[in-house]
């Protein structure tokens, strides 16, 4: 499928098609060529940013009787990896992915990471070309008319469940900071550290970002167990 044909397709007046060609751009196509071209990674933030804000303005509504906690894993299921590929499949965005030539024979097209990243930056994208209007349309027609589905999957969020725990004794936030990138572009591992002020909670390796978060999540979940952690942090 063309990506013209694509973006007619779920009805977005497009008017900067290079945005939308970069939002659909693998490392290991970028690589490949010598033009100077830019991969999916910005608009990946930038979409990531536009999912936090229009999924948790959604929630607050639809929801006027949870908590916040209640608010915020509902969110996490919403966003986390597996959920976003999901929406990613049910657009189409494999057909219009631009890859490199190991990337597609190692299957990257239907790879849960490389998806859920370009859901993001699709999102992202579109609020930049189009606006606002546009990208929660996308949102409509994917996140949205899951919220009442919030349990299709039996995935533990460690993110979630850390950072209740954390708030629950401390009122902090965890934050999650990149310490290493190894790898082939087409194969790539990250290590990310799950940090709350200047300690370390845990570190975690992963295919994709996503992943490694959740692996940090988790180690941090595991070493916490192993201590008083409400005696840790009292002043």
């Known amino acids: 499928m ?22 659909f751009t693998h490392a290991s196509y970028v690589n490949e060529r010598r033009e100077m071209i830019n991969d999916y990674e910005r608009l990946e933030f930038m979409g990531d940013a ?15 009787n ?12 919403l966003v986390r990896e597996e959920s976003l590929a999901r929406f990613a499949r049910e657009l189409g965005i494999g057909e219009v992915l631009f890859l490199g030539v190991g990337e ?3 299957g990257g097209r239907d790879r849960e990471s490389v998806l859920a990243n370009v ?27 899951h919220a009442n589905d919030l349990d299709y999957e039996d995935i533990t969020d ?29 194969a790539p591992e990250f290590e990310i550290a799950a940090m709350m002020d200047d300690m370390c909670l845990g570190v975690g390796k992963g295919t994709s970002k996503k992943r ?24």
């Open 2 to 23: 063309k990506l013209i044909d694509f973006l007619n397709r779920h009805g977005i007046p497009y008017q900067n098609l290079a945005l939308y060609k970069e939002a």
């Open 50 to 64: 536009v999912l936090q804000l229009y999924v948790s303005d959604f929630l607050f509504k639809k929801f006027p």
């Open 66 to 77: 949870e908590s916040e906690g209640q608010l915020t894993t509902h969110r996490a299921k």
């Open 104 to 106: 597609e024979k190692n």
């Open 119 to 145: 859901y993001e930056s699709f999102i992202g994208a579109v609020y930049l070309d189009v606006g606002s209007k546009y990208a929660r349309k996308i949102l409509e027609e994917t996140i949205y008319k």
């Open 158 to 186: 460690y993110k979630t469940k850390l950072q209740e725990l954390i708030q629950a004794d401390t009122r902090k936030t965890v934050n999650y900071e990149l310490l290493n990138t190894s790898g082939p572009s087409n």
């Open 212 to 235: 490694a978060e959740q692996k940090a999540a988790q180690d941090a979940l595991a070493k916490l167990a192993k201590t008083d952690f409400k005696a840790k942090n009292e002043v």
